[in-house]
């Protein structure tokens, strides 16, 4: 089993920043790509960032330049760096990860979401 554990959301003021956390535990062979989405309120869910076992990384064009994913792998923690944020960056944000829990065993895992709220 596996488990993502996320944090560090809140309440922010436009332009301010913030950095979520998301780490996998449990009997974890490999963590291989990890991701960002977001969903606001009335809209579906977005792909925010990826960044792959080998750190190749991709963001939406909404956050280019603005938010930075990087991963710790001896922790099988992921990081979104989110400055200069923006009201229409309020949703909740979820991660999730590809891990194998053997050789051959794998799948795809989602966090509980955190809030982000940015105000005017």
């Known amino acids: 089993q596996v488990q993502l554990v996320e944090s560090g959301g809140g309440l922010v003021q436009a332009g301010g920043s913030l950095t979520l956390s998301c780490a996998a535990s449990?009997?974890?062979?490999?963590?291989?790509?990890m991701r960002w989405h977001r969903q606001a309120p009335g809209k579906q869910r977005e792909l925010v960032a990826t960044v792959t076992s080998g750190s190749m990384k991709n963001y939406a064009d909404s956050v280019k330049g603005r938010f930075t994913i990087s991963r710790d792998i001896a922790k099988n923690t992921v990081f979104l760096q989110m400055n200069s944020l923006k009201p229409e960056d309020t949703a909740v944000y979820y991660c999730?990860?590809?891990?194998?829990?053997?050789?051959?065993?794998?799948?795809?895992?989602w966090g509980q979401g955190t809030q982000v709220t940015v105000s005017s």
């Open positions: 999730n990860a590809a891990a194998r829990l053997t050789p051959s065993r794998g799948d795809i895992y």
């Open positions: 449990g009997s974890i062979l490999n963590v291989n790509t």
